[in-house]
């Protein structure tokens, strides 16, 4: 609890893939109090939640939707909750890559939770480097028109919006800017990030890092967050105003639905068929246009122990084992992780062996990434040629 009585608050938000769990995953590990964390993922499988959860027991997850908009009430219900359980020091909350930050803040300033919580930081993390390509580069406006653009902005149904915008919403009304994945690219690049930033907003602290890796203080105690300043921003008048369902100049109710504005979506691709290892390999070398961020558990075959955890983020495809399938474990150590996990997707044949793909982009053919997953399904005791992927924990595939 800080001096006003609350329990601070800390948001994470930043495109998608751009290190938002890795970062939860390092505060999760290294900070000095005891967290609740709540994390929102787009796709209707969390798998962000399932990897945090490895660290502690407090995670709360809220999937297939996005906080900011139509599970709003579920963030409201939760937060709630979690403030009568009073079992942790600082609420961590990390959004969806598609969600705007303001409405999230709204929620603790003047909302439902403001009473319990007091809004400490809006953090946001940038990837960069994919940061000015998105912002500066293809059907993107320049920024300064972005912001002049929005205030008075007319949308209309089924007109999307350049992702890049999103990214500039989210920039804007930071406390806190994470400069991550600063080991991709040279000093020049990171500098020429910071300019753009900081033109966008100068009030945030800027902080760079590898693999989400910073002074957890940083992003919890960095006690920036000020409503009446960022009121004032475009994006958070923007947000706020669509989150409480203003009309457009149509006339007609406009729903904020990042998903829809910014054309982005999302589907699971789910099997109980191992995949196989080669042609997998394969396909992350030869990956289907469109897609922005995926990620998931596979089932290879010819390993019946380990399961294997899939990321792709733009460019970077990685797979690594992830841990064992319960089904390979002995029968009493069987019985004891299902107890353990009672909501456990368990098939009578298979036991939690299975393939979990999310795949979220801009104008993916999804018809056609179907079929490629289908085409590599295999039978369980299906020969294996090639296994290009590591057995050992510390080991990374990367296409
Ligand atoms: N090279 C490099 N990779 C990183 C860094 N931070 C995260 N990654 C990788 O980027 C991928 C996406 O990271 P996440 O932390 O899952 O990203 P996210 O923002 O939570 O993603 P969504 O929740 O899907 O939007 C993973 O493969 C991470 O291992 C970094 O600083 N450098």
Redesign the pocket.
Known sequence: MNASGGTPVTVLS????????????HLLTNADRRLAVLVN?MGEVN??AE?VANRTGNVTELSNGCICCDLRDDLEVEVSRLAREREFDHLVV?S??ISEPAPVASLFTTGAASAPYDLDTLVT?V?V?TFRGTVEGGETVETDAVARDRPGRVEREGETRPLGELLVAQVETADVVLL?????VGDDEVDAVEDLIRSLNPRANLVR????RVEPAELLDSGRFDLDTVSETDAWKHAVAHAEGEFDGEGGHDHHDPATEYGVESFVVRARRPLDPGAFADFLRDFPEGVI?S?GIVWLAGEDEHSYHV???GP?R?VEVHGRWIAGLEESRQEMQRRMHPDLDWDEEHGDRRVELVF?GKGMDEAEIRERVESMLVDPDAVVTAHPFPTEADETFVA
Not at 14 to 25: F, N, S
């Open positions: 930043g495109a998608l893939g751009a290190g938002k769990t890795t970062t939860l995953d993922d798998i962000d990897l990390e969806s890559g993390v990837d480097s991550n994945k600063c080991d991709l890092s590898e693999h989400g961020r990620k990321e792709q983020a970077s990685r979220i």
